[in-house]
Structure formats: structure tokens, C-alpha cells
């Protein structure tokens, strides 16, 4: 898949992360038990008050050497990217393309149990052709900034 031009080659990929976009976007939570997917029809309630509004994703780039985290900076304003992430929440999907926000790990000691990612200031597109794998993380509530 990696470096392939066809048009439809990031399609699989793709694919999910329209479901997850839109379950975000209608984000509610619901009993029902199923397989613990990336492509479940629903967002899963974790055990805090808040209803679960995002599927925190972790995605893997094509190398030589196999597949590699993909880690961004954690804020615009770190240009050296020294304290950099590798969790994500996709906001957008257009064709290929997907816009994502870095999530951090949320700090406080009151709240990282129940909302262990807090949303950033940093997001960035990638061509999802240079994506190989994507691993779903237990689906959560981050606040939006």
C-alpha cells in the first residue's frame, strides 16, 4: 500500500476513519455489547460521567524496517517537536486525506483515569496511502479546546 498512486489504495483505511469521524461527530453512548473494533457502530461508555466523543487512534507509517508509531509535536509553538504524541483523534476526511488532532495524556491525577487524553493545539494531514495500519484505543471523552 505504501507508495502506491492508485486512487483507491488507501481505501480500507479510509473507510474506517470516515466511521470513526462520524461517530465522533454523533457521539453518544450505547450498551449494547459488540466486537471491539475500529469500525463499531458506536462510541463505548468508559466508567466517568462523560459520554464517550472520541475513538483515539494510534497510526503506523510503511518503512523499510516495518511499520513505525507515527509521533507529532504536542503543540504548534514546539518547533524543535520535542515533546511529541503518538495518539490521535481524527477530525476530517477527504478522499485520501485526513486531518487529525494530537491528543496528549492528560496530566491530572483527578482526572487521567476516567479522560486520559487531553485535546491540543497541534493538528496535521497526512496522504493515508503512507499509512499501513491503524490501532483503536478505548474510546473516551476529550474536551475540545
Do not use: H, W
Amino acid at each position: 500500500m505504501c507508495n502506491n498512486n492508485e486512487n483507491n489504495s488507501c481505501q480500507c483505511i479510509a473507510e474506517i476513519l470516515t466511521v470513526i469521524s462520524i461517530l465522533q461527530q454523533n457521539a453518544s453512548c450505547c450498551s449494547d455489547a459488540c466486537l471491539d473494533t475500529c469500525d463499531r457502530g458506536f462510541l463505548g461508555c468508559s466508567s466517568s460521567n462523560y459520554g464517550c466523543n472520541t475513538r483515539p487512534i494510534t497510526l503506523y507509517t510503511c518503512g523499510a524496517t516495518g511499520s513505525t508509531p507515527l509521533a507529532m509535536p504536542t503543540s504548534k509553538e514546539d518547533v524543535t517537536g520535542t515533546t511529541t504524541s503518538t495518539v490521535f483523534r481524527v477530525e476530517k476526511i477527504d478522499g485520501c486525506c485526513a486531518t487529525f488532532r494530537v491528543l496528549a495524556p492528560n496530566t491530572d491525577p483527578t482526572e487521567s483515569l476516567a479522560i486520559p487524553y487531553v485535546a491540543t493545539n497541534s493538528f496535521f494531514t497526512v496522504n493515508l496511502n503512507c499509512i499501513c495500519c491503524l490501532r483503536c484505543l478505548q474510546d473516551t471523552y476529550v474536551e475540545c479546546l
